[in-house]
């Protein structure tokens, strides 16, 4: 499997903290199937800032480990940006990274509890740069789901979305699992990942969430989102199937 979200560089967000921690997610990840991680730090959320060069050069640290180590992963650049007004300027500049630096697919977060009003103009000046934006986690943020119908439209615009492992496997709760399914029924989101941070609370949970859609959903479902990543990493078009929006459940007793 290909993890695209992971915060396993250490110390420069708050995922591993050293090295060790960073060799022990490794392990981790080989032993549920995983042999390629996109190294995702936070960038520009407030706390960190992590730009392009520094990144790379943190991918190419760990990558000599991991060999030293005997650990089969390979370890590829990427970059988890919150969405700010200055991100195209700081892309042409050189300081923000798409994932696997293929120049095709970009991460955005957006904060937990909104959506900015100026998402919907970003985006399309993202597009402009010939990128495709991916927006991590949309199930977990509180705006997208009280109005899935935001999600829709930016979908519909040609914006992709990744959901959370944990997300499917219930760990960040009912509603936010119910979402998330919701999201996979419509065709909203089009990729899973980690979004590993550490091996206790935040862990992958890779496997057990791709056993939970194979047996959910069926093995089509699982291959799309496979098959999404390594195109990704690749820089290729990833397969979307036409996005619906997702239906408001009617209460008991009214039709």
């Given at each position: 499997m290909i993890d695209l979200h992971c915060h396993i560089l250490h110390g420069i967000d708050d995922g591993a903290q050293t090295i060790e921690d960073s060799l022990h997610m490794a392990k981790q990840a080989v032993s549920e199937g995983i042999h390629t991680i996109v190294a995702t730090p936070h960038h520009q959320n407030g706390k960190y800032i992590n730009e392009k060069n520094e990144i790379v050069q943190h991918v190419e640290q760990l990558n000599t480990y991991l060999l030293q180590e005997n650990i089969p992963l390979t370890i590829l650049p990427g970059q988890e940006s919150r969405i700010y007004g200055e991100i195209i300027k700081d892309y042409q500049n050189g300081k923000i990274l798409t994932l696997n630096q293929t120049g095709k697919y970009l991460f955005i977060e957006l904060p937990s509890g909104q959506v900015p009003k100026f998402?919907?103009?970003?985006?399309?000046?993202?597009?402009?740069?010939?990128?495709?934006?991916?927006?991590?986690?949309?199930?977990?943020?509180?705006?997208?789901?009280?109005?899935?119908?935001?999600?829709?439209?930016?979908?519909?615009?040609?914006?992709?979305?990744?959901?959370?492992?944990?997300?499917?496997t219930g760990r960040f709760g009912k509603r936010i699992k119910k979402f998330s399914m919701d999201l996979i029924e419509a065709n909203l989101t089009h990729m899973i990942a980690s979004d590993a941070h550490n091996l206790s609370g935040r862990n992958f949970y890779m496997q057990e969430a791709s056993e939970w859609i194979a047996s959910e959903y069926g093995m089509d479902t699982l291959y799309m989102f496979h098959e999404n990543a390594e195109a990704v990493i690749k820089g290729y078009v990833c397969f979307q199937d036409t996005p619906q929006q997702v239906k408001k459940k009617k209460f008991l007793g009214i039709f």
């Open positions: 998402t919907e103009k970003l985006v399309y000046d993202i597009q402009s740069e010939g990128l495709t934006p991916i927006i991590v986690h949309p199930e977990r943020n509180g705006r997208l789901i009280e109005d899935p119908d935001i999600l829709y439209n930016l979908v519909n615009k040609g914006v992709l979305t990744q959901i959370t492992a944990s997300s499917l």
